[in-house]
């Protein structure tokens, strides 16, 4: 089946540093998602990317779709103590299923 | 606030004795999901119910049943849980199913962390 490859698997940055992480796959998606996941919650949709090239932002967070349709990063600039969480890509195919990637656990130091 | 809502948020049971969790929306959205997440792993979709029309993922264990009654409920039930069934239970709605140029945002409640004894 289809698979997200997601990296880095963790990352422990100081406060006010930059963060970026990316996603790549073997398959074309429709859409490209990034959403963030708080312990005991379920994920939040942070950013969502339709078109090949898309460059998108929201606050702090930027997400590229990738030309090829097989990849994505999400850049988080000047990193505070909220971000802590897990952050995952999705990638959409056919209809509304989603394929999530393993997550990207950031931990930020104060 | 519309809103996913998911009960119970936390439930422990034993080996083999059935578990219900329940999931209820207030978006009058048409599709709705059950994700398995186990601790550390991506969410992975069970099944999905578009209105009444209910969808199962190939892979998704029979042990593993839904039930939506109306628009605005859903149920996830494990008939005889074993100790690999432990993990967090999200469930999901959509407005629409999406095609295969659209996507519909899934809107994810809270989470119900089972835990198998």
């Known amino acids: 089946g289809q698979q997200l490859n997601q990296s880095p698997q963790s990352m422990f940055i100081q406060e006010g540093e930059d963060v970026s992480m990316n996603c790549t796959s073997s398959s074309i998606f429709n859409t490209w998602l990034w959403y963030k996941q708080d312990p005991g919650e379920g994920p939040v949709l942070l950013i969502a990317?339709?078109?090949?090239?898309e460059l998108t932002s929201n606050g702090r967070l930027t997400a590229q779709f990738g030309i090829t349709r097989k990849d994505s990063f999400l850049n988080i600039s000047a990193s505070i103590p909220s971000d802590v969480g897990i952050y995952f890509c999705?990638?959409?195919?056919?209809?509304?299923?989603?394929?999530f990637g393993a997550g990207t656990i950031l931990r930020v130091k104060s | 606030d519309a809103m996913v809502i998911q009960n119970p948020r936390y439930q422990v049971t034993q080996f083999g004795k059935p578990v219900t969790l329940s999931c209820s929306q207030t978006?009058?959205?048409?599709?709705m999901y059950w994700y398995q997440q186990k601790s550390s792993q991506a969410p992975k979709l069970l099944f999905h119910y578009y209105d009444k029309d209910f969808n199962n993922e190939a892979d998704t264990p029979d042990n593993f049943q839904s039930r939506r009654p109306n628009t605005s409920f859903c149920f996830l039930d494990i008939r005889s849980p074993g100790l690999g069934d432990t993990a967090m239970y999200l469930c999901?709605?959509?407005?629409?199913?999406?095609?295969?140029?659209?996507?519909?945002?899934?809107?994810f409640g809270p989470g119900t962390r089972l835990t198998v004894l």
């Open positions: 978006l009058n959205h048409n599709v």
């Open positions: 999901a709605t959509s407005r629409e199913r999406g095609g295969l140029s659209s996507y519909n945002e899934q809107f």
């Open positions: 999705a990638g959409q195919g056919g209809g509304n299923k989603l394929v």
């Open positions: 990317l339709y078109k090949a090239g």
